[in-house]
């Protein structure tokens, strides 16, 4: 008989016991146990007696997915006693697209051995560190050789891998960021990684000390002292306290042990049984007296251009900041709503409190991007180079990596400042890299950049948070535009657009989303996303975007 992946869940007593539920009652308290944050957790046996070759390889597949809920104890009962010992599945974690079952055939076989093709639609890839490689959705072949042991097929000498579909990884695994303070010292980066749900804490903790991944290196800096171990228990958690214990000196000053703290609270609080981290080095406890403040940002401030001028929009009106009257695709600093800038007849303008700070010449049809520092990314001057103002001398080029990508359309900076979404090309992608900066934030290079795979061409770009990000994309003829929504390090999900989309902004979520475009009788449209409603904007403005 087939062996079957079951899905631990309680959804027969919960029928049962709707039929027994209180009418009325008052409210009252209760708890309920969660064990380590894991959520759904699956189960799978071990293999049958007498399965054929195509069989085992098959519910050694169903045991993979259920892997990380016992260490893959009963995913090695499918290999032979040798491969057992040596196998190492979470080197590379390569998933599939759920809708499309494997493909599992007997390519070989005679009575001893035999040869077993596994064929999936491939989606992504995870190395041994958590960090997720998107793919370009071609099919994946992995060939599996079983041989006889004890009477019995047997995966002989796998690869250090699995293949698992994407809801099963979504179902065991957490998409959650370390956090390494930025090179100033005044903010946290994100580095996504994919972690087993199960003992997430601990595995959060281990990434820290592993560091963050190399692009990153020069724009962050980690707080953990070089050469911390680990203890072999990993992280203890109690009452929602994890207790980090590290051996390694203790930091020298205030401000580095703040450091060390912020860093390890905001990762490992993300586990759900954590609400506070403990931290003893060398079993010395680590005091401090507070974390740093990181900055405010207000990404759900939309702002308006029309023939009155620039504005902030709300729902009683526009707030006036700029006279100008030709203005499109106006945006604000994600920090600080009195700085606005905005695309103009021959450049870029910016302006805080009606003072003119900075203007770029230069051709953004999709509009400039403000940063937290206040630094104006406006117009390209050439396929590797960005033009930058908002400092005392003017405007300045950044350069720009893949100048073979083609040509710079927009570049979006993330809320955090160490992320840039780049959109180039004749036919246009997306890209993200990293921002290096010099002193005052000044922005000096954007570098690894890396393409994010999309069914379509890019019309615009947002960041949502500092790690997320809303794209608009323009498929085939006859289909609707997209808004497609991911975060880094994710996979995405996306949704029909109800016009034509010429430019696109989101706020702090895919929620707060603002187009420009025309509907089907072309006329002009500029419509707010509220929930899962469009609507259009409340005051009269040609176009729109969100602060950032």
């Known amino acids: 008989m087939r062996r079957h992946l079951a899905l631990i869940a309680c959804a027969a007593l919960a029928l049962a016991g709707c039929a027994s539920l209180p009418t009325s009652s008052p409210p009252a308290p209760f708890d309920v146990s969660a064990r380590d944050g894991s959520g759904v957790q699956f189960s799978a046996e071990g293999p049958s007696d007498g399965s054929d070759a195509a069989t085992l390889v098959s519910d050694f597949l169903l045991a993979c997915a259920a892997g990380p809920q016992d260490d893959y104890a009963t995913a090695r009962l499918f290999l032979t006693a040798a491969s057992a010992r040596s196998w190492q599945p979470e080197t590379e974690i390569l998933v599939y697209d759920t809708d499309t079952a494997p493909a599992v055939s007997a390519t070989s076989e005679n009575a001893s051995r035999s040869e077993v093709t596994v064929s999936v639609l491939g989606v992504a890839s995870i190395d041994q560190a958590g960090v ?7 099919t994946v072949t992995r060939t599996f050789t079983l041989v006889r042991e004890d009477g019995q097929w047997r995966i002989d000498a796998p690869e250090n891998m699995i293949l698992i579909s ?13 956090y390494f303070p930025s090179t100033d010292g005044t903010e946290l980066v994100a580095d996504p990684r994919w972690y087993p749900s199960r003992r997430l804490a601990s595995h959060l903790l281990a990434g820290l000390v592993n560091g963050p991944r190399a692009d990153l290196d020069p724009v962050v800096a980690n707080a953990i002292p070089a050469g911390a171990t680990l203890p072999s228990h990993g992280v203890e958690v109690s009452d929602g306290v994890a207790r980090v214990e590290l051996n390694a000196s203790m930091p020298p000053s205030e401000s580095a042990r703040e450091s060390l703290q912020w860093e390890l609270t905001r990762t490992l609080t993300q586990a759900a049984d954590v609400s506070q981290v403990s931290v003893s080095l060398t079993g010395e406890v680590m005091e401090v007296a507070a974390l740093p403040t990181p900055p405010s940002y207000s990404l759900d401030t939309l702002v308006g251009a029309g023939s009155s001028g620039v504005g902030i929009i709300s729902s009683s009106g526009v707030a006036p900041r700029a006279s100008a009257t030709d203005a499109l695709n106006p945006t604000a600093s994600p920090v600080d709503s009195s700085l606005v800038a905005w695309s103009g007849a021959d450049g870029v303008y910016a302006e805080r409190a009606g003072t003119a700070v900075a203007f770029v010449p230069g051709q953004a049809p999709l509009g400039p991007s403000i940063d937290r520092y206040g ?17 005392a001398d003017g405007a300045f080029d950044v350069a720009i990596e893949s100048e073979s990508a083609g040509e710079i359309r927009a570049v979006r900076v993330s809320p955090d400042g ?12 997306a890209w993200v890299g990293v921002i290096e900066r010099g002193p005052g934030g000044r922005p000096q290079a954007v570098r690894s950049l890396e393409q994010v795979f999309l069914d379509g061409a890019v019309i615009d770009a947002s960041w949502t948070t500092s790690t997320g990000f809303a794209v608009a994309v323009r498929g085939g003829s006859g289909e609707d535009d997209q808004l497609v929504t991911m975060t880094l390090g994710g996979l995405p999900s996306s949704l029909p657009l109800p016009i034509r989309v010429s430019s696109m ?7 707060s989303v603002v187009i420009v475009g025309t509907d089907d009788a072309g006329r002009k449209q500029v419509l707010v996303r509220s929930g899962a409603l469009w609507q259009n904007v409340v005051v009269d403005v040609s176009s729109a975007r969100y602060a950032g």
């Open 132 to 138: 997720l490689t998107r793919s370009n959705g071609a």
């Open 166 to 178: 994407r809801a099963a990884l979504t179902a065991s695994y957490t998409l959650a960021n370390l």
């Open 375 to 391: 630094w104006v990314w406006g117009p390209a001057t050439s396929a590797s180079t960005l033009s930058v103002g908002g400092g």
């Open 418 to 429: 160490s992320r840039a979404l780049v959109v180039r090309g004749s036919t246009p992608s």
């Open 505 to 511: 902004s989101a706020g702090a979520s895919s929620a």
